[in-house]
């Protein structure tokens, strides 16, 4: 397959019926939204089984219940549901339609149109502005800057922030903005049909007569965002659906939580025992008929032979079927909706998730979810804008073995420099960074006194660099910079005294200490992910040649002059105490060089670039050759800034015994170092696993020797465990993940994880990374995040939680049982795909510690207390069979049967369901441990169903028995018999409320005012609405439906009555009590023990200690991370991203010259070296 797009020309394009650029993120439309929400609904086996009741209940033969008890709450329920549905349905269709009419300039007609995003179509062209969203994926024809080139951030698509280039072909930026001239381009243009891969494009451009071929280098995909260029004008490829970010974000799922799983089981299972009670009672009334039945025959009137048992049985299990479904009442789901609404608010509501910054509540965008909250075991997490800010600060220096800047604070010796808690003023010099801070008063001093090696360092940080500046319309300097890393350190020098003013291809104009110096640049070495390092070489205004130096420390040491053992030696200590407080770090370094060697050297570079054969090969060597010998001046710290509360969230979540996989799309090392600022990974590890094989032979080797490396560890502990590698449907036994005793790590790079996601190697990725602490996915796509989530939802059975904040992170949302979206830096998309969402990442702690904590103990308290009441009030219906003949009649009133769920007892489990909490907030939080039973899903399961079920029974037998016990052959004190069936019935139906009021007061275990009010004050209502019921004037106004006229206020006058309720209620009671009070003293869980200490603080409160800040130890690993690209040192020496305002002065001594086309290629294909892999079909099977 493949696409054909003329420009200019909407009735060429028409005909093959491309999609326009209306992107739907909505489940429904007003036409679909009745047939899919109703065959949604119907899924829920409950639903389905009332509707076959109802049905049974309009067949007047079999029939005891009236049909309006089934059909209304029915009704009910499922038009609560649709307009929740609805509801959540109508704010994806306005987000959809905030994006959809986003305004973008179109030249339509020769001239510039605002034209909504949704109405752009395949083949228009538009016109962006710097700063702009990208709104479909374009062809970049022209732009503002010199050559065609543009930048754009691909933080959405991908999670770097550092800016990519992209260049227009050279008979295309020809055109510029004359409208005139775009408006006549009528190029076609023939690629690849629309797909999913970011990193790939194919394609052709003819016009004039002649092809040129396209790669993802001409391309700007939608979801990125203009930097750095004022305008560029690109026609659009693919728009809507087809453009590449769309095709990675998935569909929208229907998300059902694991106790819905559950219940539409236990339906099936309560219908089977349903069926066999009617059954029961069916055979009996079959043998009742054919041996007694035939003594009634002339006192009913019946004519003989009409009525045969066996049919007679027929119709009895039938009726019975009706009056025993109560066993699961339709309010069942009505409640569950009304606790999951209150639970919802409750996230809304909460203060302490709000975000003041912004203005910013937490949101439950979806209200079927809540309890799963409670159970979650897996987070995936993206890194860039969810654990970090996107901002980089200049924290820490090391400069000739002595450490400059912030201290944490502690108790240990180090207090020389935290002794000045205020910043540094640097409001006395022009042109700085207002927004900078830095805490050491010390480097200030060193400066000023003219340290020399402190110049030089500084010196360094304001050559070694691609940053482009510029003066706004108010003559502030701009920097325009690549990388977030180069920002901070090029400020720093900035506001030290060491201002970077300008450049050109050839000189770099720098302002030391208010004096203007002009450097002449002779060469740019390149920073790749390789040589892991960056050196200038320029001429000082003496004369002097240098080379400027910066990088990995683990690089750079290998190249310093014997000299430096002793800096050497004090500089990798600094490096490690910054590397153990989550810094990231770089080396700096200089060396001095001679012009007769640098001549001879760059007469060696021009012939390397000039060759055919082993080019990269040649200059690589070369730039070995003449970096050695360095003198180290230093090292730098930037601190990646982590949201507020990171480290304690990833802390709190890790006691609670859920895993953390970060899943980024950024590159391996600022992964690894925000996994070390996070303590996600630590220096005390036993072992961290590095896979990055090239081909699936290489991963499938890796991860074997991984597992056997950690097997061999763990080997004195796990004996004779075995894993069954050939079987698809993989069985993790928990014994694996027992037996690993230490703390281990596996970090895997995108193009890695395409062949070990591979079906006969992801068995072995996942057990590798089920036996780690934590787990590091970088380089990732996103759809290979929605891939990782699947695989462990599959073979794990385990509720997972995705959280991000890009639309780089909407598939992996969309996967994942819970979808956390944080509002932060990089747009809308992530919170409108997901379930919930808030602003900073530690709110998340809150969410499943408290929200989710609390929600899935409420919901099971709810069911377990709902079944125990259903099964105790209809299973006396049963007893009663065998002693009414097996008639089907009903042994209550049928008022009272149709209020019992509805008025008796729903308020009281309501305000059980909605307010009840075993520990505080506060505690909940302190002891993270207290999750792990929603783990491991020990509160409602089949055992407690059970359970309950058991203690249902019993309740009945007492309620049906005691009474009759009591009434049979009594008398009452006027010396009439009682045990009439009205009064037997009353007697049974006040001693069930009663006994279901007790218990549920004694499940209670947070009492509100809303619970007391709730629980006595249904008692009330039940006795007025029943004395009421039974009073003559409601019996003269209707005397067919209140028969049971007087009965109330006949029974409930007589002593002996309450003392059967009396000794019903203690009968039913008296057990639960006895064995609670013996569990919670003999067998206390830690909720007990939380609970117990929180009554005994309520009389004496101490202090609330805070938990004590837990300094980070030195760590022996490099703290080096760069996020920088490859190529823009090329790119700037070729003077193709300079605009020519003032001609380069000329100098004596050339400076490297390259192709004029070759730098552009050299940057497309070193971009795409880190994800080569990806451009071959074979190695991805998505």
């Known amino acids: 397959m493949e696409r054909i797009v003329k420009a200019n020309d909407r009735e060429y394009n028409e005909k093959f019926q491309y999609a326009d650029n209306r992107i739907h993120t909505s489940k429904y439309s007003i036409l679909t939204f009745l047939p899919i929400n109703l065959f949604e609904q119907f899924q829920r086996v409950a639903n389905a089984y009332f509707l076959c009741l109802l049905i049974l209940q309009l067949i007047p033969e079999i029939s005891s219940l009236t049909w309006f008890t089934t059909i209304v709450p029915l009704v009910l329920v499922i038009t609560m549901t649709a307009v929740k549905d609805a509801t959540d349905d109508y704010f994806r269709h306005k987000s959809d339609n905030q994006v959809n009419n986003r305004q973008s300039e179109v030249l339509i007609d020769s001239k510039l149109q605002n034209e909504k995003w949704m109405n752009v179509k395949a083949g228009d062209i538009i016109k962006l502005e710097n700063n702009q969203f990208v709104a479909a994926d374009l062809l970049l024809l022209s732009s503002s800057e010199p050559h065609g080139l543009c930048y754009v951030e691909t933080a959405e698509l991908d999670g770097e922030t550092n800016l990519k280039v992209r260049q227009a072909l050279s008979v295309t930026s020809e055109l510029g903005a004359d409208i005139n001239r775009l408006a006549r381009f009528d190029g076609i243009v023939v690629c690849e049909a629309p797909n999913n891969k970011l990193d790939k494009f194919m394609g052709i451009l003819s016009w004039k007569d002649s092809k040129h071929s396209l790669n993802n280098e001409k391309i700007i995909l939608r979801g990125c965002i203009l930097r750095n260029t004022s305008w560029c004008f690109g026609m659009v490829i693919f728009a809507g659906p087809d453009t590449k970010l769309m095709q990675n974000s998935g569909k929208t799922k229907f998300k059902r939580t694991s106790i819905d799983r559950l219940m539409n089981a236990l339906v099936l299972w309560i219908f089977g025992f349903l069926i066999c009670l009617g059954i029961i009672l069916a055979i009996g009334n079959s043998i009742w008929e054919s041996q007694i039945g035939d003594q009634f025959r002339t006192f009913l009137f019946w004519n003989e032979g009409e009525k045969s048992s066996v049919f007679s049985g027929f119709l009895t299990f039938w009726s019975y079927i009706i009056i025993l479904n109560t066993v699961v009442p339709i309010s069942l789901y009505v409640s569950v909706e009304v606790i999951r609404l209150g639970h919802s608010y409750f996230i809304n509501w909460d203060r302490k998730m709000y975000y003041s910054r912004k203005a910013t509540p937490a949101e439950a965008r979806t209200t079927t979810l809540n309890e799963e909250l409670g159970q979650i075991e897996y987070i995936f997490s993206d890194k860039t804008g969810t654990l970090t800010q996107n901002i980089m600060t200049f924290k820490r220096c090391s400069i000739n073995g002595r450490i400059y800047g912030e201290v944490p604070d502690d108790l240990d010796q180090k207090t020389e420099i935290t002794q000045k808690k205020e910043p540094v003023d640097f409001s006395v010099k022009s042109q700085v960074d207002r927004e900078f801070q830095f805490f050491d008063h010390h480097l200030m001093e060193s400066i000023k006194m003219g340290d020399p090696k402190v110049h030089e360092f500084l010196r360094v940080l304001a050559l070694c660099h691609t940053v482009m500046s510029e003066e706004n319309s108010a003559g502030e300097l701009i920097y325009q910079v690549q990388s977030p890393d180069e920002g901070a350190l090029v400020t720093a020098a900035r506001n030290f005294g060491f201002i970077f003013k300008s450049r050109t291809p050839e000189t770099i104009t720098i302002e030391e200490l208010g004096t203007l110096v002009t450097y002449q640049l002779l060469a740019f070495l390149d920073f790749n992910n390789t040589r892991k390092r960056m050196s200038v070489i320029v001429r000082n205004p003496e004369g002097q040649i240098k080379l400027y130096s910066k990088g990995a420390d683990t690089i750079l040491f290998e190249k310093l002059h014997p000299s430096n053992e002793v800096l050497l030696s004090l500089t990798s200590d600094h490096l490690s105490e910054f590397a153990g407080e989550g810094l ?39 730039y070995e050759e003449i970096e050695r010998d360095l003198m180290l001046l230093g090292a730098t710290a930037v601190e990646d800034k982590l949201q507020e509360g990171v480290i304690e969230t990833v802390a709190s979540l890790s006691l609670a015994n859920i895993k953390i996989w970060v899943l980024t799309g950024d590159k391996q090392e600022t992964a690894i170092n925000i996994g070390y600022a996070c303590n996600m990974l630590t220096d005390d590890m036993n072992d961290v696993f590095v896979i990055a094989g090239n081909n699936a032979v290489e991963v499938r080797e890796e991860l074997r020797k991984a597992k056997e490396n950690l097997s061999g560890q763990n080997r004195n502990v796990s004996n004779g465990h075995v894993v069954c590698e050939k079987k698809q449907q993989l069985e993790l036994d928990s014994i694996v993940e027992e037996t690993v005793t230490g703390d281990y790590a596996l970090i895997i790079n995108g193009h890695s994880l395409a062949h070990a996601l591979e079906s006969d190697v992801k068995n072995d990725l996942l057990e590798l990374a089920c036996m780690c602490k934590t787990v590091v996915c970088c380089r990732v796509t996103p759809l290979q995040k929605a891939q990782v989530v699947e695989l462990v939802k599959k073979y794990r059975n385990a509720v997972t939680l995705a959280i991000g904040d890009g639309a780089n992170d909407v598939s992996m949302i969309k996967s994942a049982h819970i979808g956390v979206g944080i509002s932060g830096q990089e747009g809308l998309q992530a919170v409108l795909a997901s379930d919930y969402s808030f602003a900073q990442f530690r709110y998340l702690q809150r969410l499943l510690l408290v929200h989710g904590r609390w929600s899935y103990f409420r919901m099971c308290k709810f ?20 002693f009414c003949g097996f008639s089907a009649q009903t042994v209550y009133d049928q008022w009272f049967i149709t209020l019992f769920n509805i008025v008796y007892t729903s308020l009281p489990v309501l305000a059980m369901g909605i307010f009840d909490q075993d520990v505080s907030d506060q505690n909940s939080m302190d002891c993270p441990q207290l999750y792990e039973p929603g783990q491991l899903n020990l509160l409602f399961n089949k055992r407690k169903f059970f359970i309950c079920v058991l203690h249902g029974i019993y309740t009945s037998l007492a309620l049906f028995f005691i009474p009759y016990g009591a009434f049979y052959n ?26 279901v009021s007790v218990q549920i007061a ?50 409930l006058t007589q002593k002996c009555i309450w003392l059967v309720i009396l000794l019903t209620t203690v009968a039913s009671v008296l057990p639960v009590v006895v064995f609670r009070f013996l569990k919670v003293n003999l067998y206390p869980t830690l909720s007990d023990q939380i609970c117990r200490w929180q009554k005994a603080q ?9 938990r004590p800040r837990t300094r980070r130890s030195s760590s022996r690993r490099s703290g080096y991370a760069f996020a920088h690209q490859e190529g823009y040192g090329e790119l700037i020496t070729s003077g193709k991203n300079m605009r020519t305002k003032n001609p380069p002065p000329t100098s004596g001594l050339e400076k490297t010259h390259y192709n004029s086309t070759s730098w552009i290629e050299n940057l497309c294909k070193k971009t795409t070296e880190t994800v080569s892999s990806f451009s071959q079909d074979k190695t991805v099977k998505l």
């Not at 069911?863 to 065998?882: E, M, P, R």
């Not at 309520?1098 to 805070?1106: E, F, G, T």
Request: glycine share 6%.
């Open 1002 to 1051: 004694l499940d209670t275990s947070y009492w509100t005012f809303i619970n007391h009010v709730f629980i006595w004050g249904s008692i009330a209502i039940y006795f007025s609405i029943l004395f009421t019921m039974h009073s003559n004037g409601i019996f003269g106004i209707f005397p067919n439906q209140f028969p049971f006229v007087g009965n109330a206020r006949h029974s």
């Open 1098 to 1106: 309520k009389k004496a409160r101490p202090p609330s200690s805070r």
């Open 584 to 622: 990231r770090t770089l080396a700096i370094a200089y060396r001095d060089l001679d012009d007769k060697y640098f001549k001879e050297w760059h007469k060696m570079l021009e012939d390397a670039n000039a060759a055919t054969e082993e080019r990269d090969e040649q200059i690589a060597g070369l």
């Open 863 to 882: 069911l377990c207390y709902f079944f125990y009441k259903n099964f105790a009030f209809t299973l006396v219906h049963f007893w009663f069979g065998f």
């Open 970 to 995: 009594v008398a009452g004190e006027d010396g009439q018999h009682i045990a009439d069936y009205q009064s037997f019935a009353v007697t049974m139906a006040t001693s069930l409320v009663i006994v």
